[in-house]
Each structure stands twice: as structure tokens, then as C-alpha cells.
């Protein structure tokens, strides 16, 4: 009995001290600056220094109120928690930061597939995109212009199938999609303007 | 948490790989932040002592003094610093509010003093955070009643009171005996004669003297004439002291409803109809009934008597918890009552000759009085009620019955 008490108290209070300035530098892109930027924030949110899938959902939702955000900041979570522990560390966080912000397009497009692919099996199924297009429909909720109709994610997931499927399988594995996306002018564009986000 | 959530813009902006590779048309340029400088420390000094905070800390909430342009109507160009005249003590918790995003109020602190500083620094209360709202708003209402007791003391002090109108003045006197010594005078005459109306009414009944003939006379009717003058006299000033109430009363309508002018009423009620009335044989039992009501004039020592004023206010206030007692008292009557009846009823001498007249019988018993009447004859009778049986009246009994009695009013 007083085993499970000790325990819940432990975790209760976890206490996570990220790695030292200078590793971190060397690890990600970033600067010094911007990663002690980027630290107090962090560190604002979630004082102890972890943050756990809710708080993250609460986050996102903050910044998309207007759809319903949870079941995207879910996926996202999913593919910054690169070690699964349930918890994202300022680590993980930083890395994830440094890959989209700071990474070679190719880089990018492979965190997208990680995203994409929901049960990380190496290919993205239907079901998986529609599931993702789901989510990003729900985040941007009513207000939309056109307004959505029933069946517009699964048309959706239709036509990025259409393009990204070469070989007609019914999966699209990470090569199919590095090499669709390098050849299409309007993702390559967008994959550019992530350079001065920060 | 909204504070430090634009912290977490470059996350929400990075995220947005996400429905790249899926969206048909490029992503739109961010907007770029003009003016972006590089976050600095700024130097708050507050009656000499120093607080320093990141600026972009203090923009969080721009439309407060901090967050906006006004701060640097307080910028000192020799020492590069903000100086504030202010409680370095209170600030503490304004520049917590900045750095958590919750305003805590501190308990020893003076709610006016406080919400001066609220105010000069442009922070409105209502986002006081949950921990401390209670405790803000409890100070505040005290501090509220406190400064309009002290308005109320200050203008009873004054003396120079607004001119009032003969009938505003007549109703103060009528209900605060104390505002001048006509008002006394007029409560003194009107509490003596309601005590002597109610001494007539007990010594009329008594029997004093007799008459040729052996028969007992009451006093009422052997000084009859006395006595009617008396009562005359008094239903008089009764009378004219109801109607000068109404006439000085600010609603009416309210004041003839009120329990008071009832009770005036129903006292001089029976002495106009007995005067209406002739003597004759068929009324007179309802004008002798009726005469019973001159009781009620001991109510109207209610107005003279603080205390009976509170008694009163103390029933009503119980009165759910009266009522209910009164209904299981009611219940568990006819219960008791039906049980006496139907085993009695084979015994031909019972004097339960149905559940009403068993009733008296049951009450008697259950509130521990006792009495002789109706004593069970049935094999039957006596068991059921062996508990309440007046051969038992114990000390389990009385306690019990007080017990219930006392149980109903727990607030008390």
C-alpha cells in the first residue's frame, strides 16, 4: 500500500532537466539565443519540465479555436514523442523544432510520412490518411469558405492517393511520397517559407 | 496560460507540415512582427526597489499601464530606468500577474489600497484568479457595509433631518416610540389601556357577591354598567388609534394587510357588533363567541414588546419544521387511533365508539397527559398501546415525548 502511494508521488512530481545548452546547440539548428527563447516558454507551460498529451491538446486548441483541434495535436504528439514514453521532453520538442524549421526539405518531408503514417508500419493506408484528413477538417471547423460538405476528406484522400500512389498498391510507402512531393511545384514552394518561423 | 502560450507561436506555426503535402494551393507568407526587437530586461523601480522582468513579459497584456505606451511617461532617462512612486508590496503581486497570468489578492493587504493600485496600473479586478476571488469579494462587501453604516451613523448624528410631512412625522412616531416624548406619552396611554382592557376582561368572570335567590353572580354582570364604560372606553382609543395608523401610513394597502392591524382589528371587532347587534336569543351564543376574541388584545402588547416581536419572528421562521412535527404527531393519531378502535370494538362497554372518539383518547396518551377517560376494556386494547399506557407514564415516557418535541427544532 504505502509502495503505490510513494510511487504516485513520484510521478506526480517528476522533475525533467534538459540536456546542457551547449549539447543542444550542437544537436538542433538552433542558436543559443533562440533556444533559450524557446526554453522559457517551454518551461512557462509545463514547469515540470514534461509535457503530457493533455496540456499539449491545450495548447493547440488555443491556437485553433475555432475547429476542434484534439484529434490532430493527438497525431502531432504521437510524432514528436519520437520514444513513445507518453511524455514530450524539451528534447524531443527542440528536435522536432530543429527538423521543421531548420531541416533539409528532405528532412521535412520524411517527419510529414512519420506524421502520415499513424501505426509507423512504414506505409501510410487509407484509412490512416483519412483519418489524418479528418482531424485537419475538424481543427478548421464550420468556418470555412467553401463550406464542407460530408464526403469532401474522403474525396481528399482520393485525389493525394491519385498522386502519391505510384505503383497503384493501395499503400504509399515513404519513397512514393518523397518523390511525388519533390515533384510537385506547390509543396516544394510551402516546404520554403518555414525558414524565419521562429 | 494565454500569457505565455505565444511562446509556443513557432510550434503551432512548424505544425503545419502537417496538411501540406495535402493542401492544393502553397502556404501563405507568415506574418512578419514589425519592429521585432530583441527581448531586453527592463528595470521597474518601485519606491527603490528594483524589479526587472523581460519586456515581452510586460506586453503580454498591452492594454494594461505595464503593457502599453503609458510606462514610459515614467521613464528616467538619468538611471534608464521606470521609477513608480508606488507600494513596492502590491506591485509584487501586479508583476506575478504579468509573469503567471493569475492575480492573486494577498490577505493582509487593505481591499481600498489595493484596488487603488489595481486601478492606477489599469488591471480590472474581475480577473482575480479562483484561489483569491472569494476572499476579495468577502472584503469588499464588509468594507462596503462598513462605509454605509458609518454614512448612516454620520447622518443620524446630523440632526438637521429633511423637513418631513405631518403624516411621515405621525409614522415615525407610531413605530419608534423614542423620536419624541408625544410618541412616548401616546405608547405609555396605549400600552395602560390595553392592560386594563385585558384585567377587565379576566375580572369580569369572577364571582364576587351573591344575590337574594343563593346564586353566584360574576362580577361583569352585577356591575354591568361599570364595566361596559370601561370597555367603551377602550375600544375608543383603540379605535381612534387604528385609524390615525392608517392615516399615517405610507401604503395602506400594506398596512392593513400586515398581522398587526389585524390583531388590531379582530380586538375591537366584537365590540361594534355586539353594538349592531340586538339582544336577540338566536345570536346571542355567536355574539358570546364572539366576545372571546376581546383576547386578542394582549397580541397588541407585541408592538410594545421587543421580545414577543421575536418569539413571533422565531415561529415563522420554524414553522416547516412545526408543520412537520404537527403531521407526524397527525399520523401516527389516526394510526393509533384506527388500532384502539378496532380492538376495542368487541368489548360492548368501550367507550370507542368510533376512530374520531378515540382520537381525544390517543392524543391524551401520546402527549404523556394522562387521563382517566376511555380506559381500555378490551383483552385486546391494552397491549397495542402498552408503550403509551398511563400506567407506564415513566421517566422514558416524558423524555420520549419531550424528545420528539425537541428533535423538531434543531436550529434553535
Not at chain 2, 124 to 144: S, V
Request: charged content about 25%.
Amino acid at each position: 500500500m504505502t509502495d503505490t502511494v510513494e510511487d504516485e508521488m513520484e510521478m506526480a512530481t517528476v522533475r525533467h532537466r534538459p540536456e546542457a545548452l551547449e549539447l543542444l546547440e550542437a544537436q538542433s539548428k538552433f542558436t543559443k539565443k533562440e533556444l533559450q527563447i524557446l526554453y522559457r516558454g517551454f518551461k512557462n507551460e509545463c514547469p515540470s519540465g514534461v509535457v503530457n498529451e493533455e496540456t499539449f491538446k491545450e495548447i493547440y486548441s488555443q491556437f485553433f479555436p475555432q475547429g476542434d483541434s484534439t484529434t490532430y495535436a493527438h497525431f502531432l504528439f504521437n510524432a514528436f514523442d519520437t520514444d513513445h514514453n507518453g511524455s514530450v521532453s524539451f528534447e524531443d520538442f527542440v528536435m522536432g523544432l530543429s527538423i521543421l524549421l531548420r531541416g533539409t526539405v528532405q528532412e521535412k518531408l520524411n517527419w510529414a510520412f512519420n506524421l502520415y503514417d499513424i501505426n509507423k508500419d512504414g506505409y501510410i493506408t487509407k484509412e490512416e490518411m483519412l483519418d489524418i484528413m479528418k482531424a485537419i477538417y475538424d481543427m478548421m471547423g464550420k468556418c470555412t469558405y467553401p463550406v464542407l460538405k460530408e464526403d469532401t476528406p474522403r474525396q481528399h484522400v482520393e485525389t493525394f492517393f491519385q498522386k502519391m500512389d505510384k505503383n497503384k498498391d493501395g499503400v504509399v510507402t515513404i519513397d512514393e511520397f518523397i518523390e511525388s512531393c519533390q515533384k510537385d511545384e506547390n509543396i516544394m514552394r510551402s516546404m520554403q517559407l518555414f525558414e524565419n518561423v521562429i | 496560460m494565454a500569457a505565455g502560450v505565444a511562446a509556443w507561436l513557432p510550434f503551432a506555426r512548424a505544425a503545419a507540415i502537417g496538411w501540406m503535402p495535402v493542401a492544393n494551393c502553397p502556404m501563405p507568407l507568415a506574418p512578419t512582427e514589425k519592429n521585432k526587437r530583441q527581448d531586453e530586461l527592463i528595470i521597474l523601480n518601485v519606491s527603490g526597489r528594483r524589479f526587472q522582468t523581460w519586456r515581452t513579459t510586460l506586453e503580454r497584456y498591452p492594454d494594461t499601464l505595464l503593457g502599453s505606451t503609458e510606462k514610459e511617461f515614467f521613464f528616467n532617462e538619468d538611471t534608464k530606468e521606470y521609477f513608480f512612486d508606488r507600494d513596492p508590496e502590491v506591485f509584487r503581486c501586479i508583476l506575478n500577474f504579468y509573469r503567471t497570468g493569475k492575480l492573486h489578492y494577498p490577505r493582509y493587504e487593505c481591499i481600498s489600497a489595493y484596488d487603488e493600485e489595481l486601478a492606477f496600473y489599469g488591471i480590472l479586478p474581475e480577473i482575480i484568479g479562483d484561489c483569491c476571488y472569494e476572499e476579495y469579494k468577502d472584503r469588499k462587501r464588509e468594507n462596503a457595509e462598513r462605509l454605509m453604516d458609518d454614512n448612516d451613523s454620520e447622518n443620524n448624528q446630523e440632526g438637521s433631518m429633511p423637513s418631513l410631512s405631518f403624516r411621515q412625522t405621525m409614522w415615525r412616531a407610531f413605530e419608534n416610540p423614542h423620536t419624541s416624548t408625544l410618541a412616548l406619552v401616546f405608547y405609555y396611554v396605549t400600552g395602560f389601556f390595553i392592560a386594563v382592557s385585558v384585567i377587565t376582561n379576566v375580572v369580569e368572570t369572577v364571582p364576587c357577591g351573591t344575590v337574594p335567590g343563593n346564586k353566584e353572580l360574576p362580577c361583569g354582570e352585577r356591575y354591568a354598567v361599570a364595566f361596559f364604560c370601561l370597555d367603551t372606553a377602550c375600544v375608543m382609543i383603540f379605535t381612534v388609534e387604528y385609524l390615525l395608523r392608517l392615516f399615517a401610513a405610507p401604503s395602506r394597502y400594506r398596512f392593513i394587510r400586515s398581522v398587526m392591524s389585524i390583531i388590531d382589528v379582530v380586538a375591537i371587532m366584537p365590540y361594534y357588533i355586539g353594538l349592531v347587534m340586538t339582544n336577540n336569543e338566536d345570536v346571542s351564543g355567536a355574539f358570546v363567541t364572539l366576545r372571546v376574541f376581546r383576547v386578542f388584545r394582549i397580541f397588541k402588547f407585541s408592538r410594545h414588546s421587543q421580545g414577543l416581536r421575536i418569539l413571533g419572528y422565531t415561529l415563522k421562521s420554524c414553522a416547516s419544521e412545526l408543520g412537520f412535527l404537527l403531521f407526524s404527531l397527525t399520523m401516527a393519531i389516526i394510526i393509533f387511533a384506527t388500532v384502539m378502535f378496532y380492538a376495542e370494538k368487541g368489548s360492548s362497554a368501550s367507550k370507542f365508539t368510533s376512530i374520531p372518539a378515540s382520537f381525544w383518547y390517543t392524543i391524551v396518551t401520546m402527549t404523556t397527559l394522562g387521563s382517566s377517560l376511555g380506559l381500555q376494556k378490551g383483552v385486546m386494547g391494552a397491549p397495542s398501546l402498552l408503550p403509551f399506557n398511563e400506567q407506564m407514564v415513566g421517566d422514558t415516557q416524558h423524555r420520549t415525548g419531550r424528545y420528539l418535541t425537541l428533535s423538531a427544532f434543531p436550529s434553535l
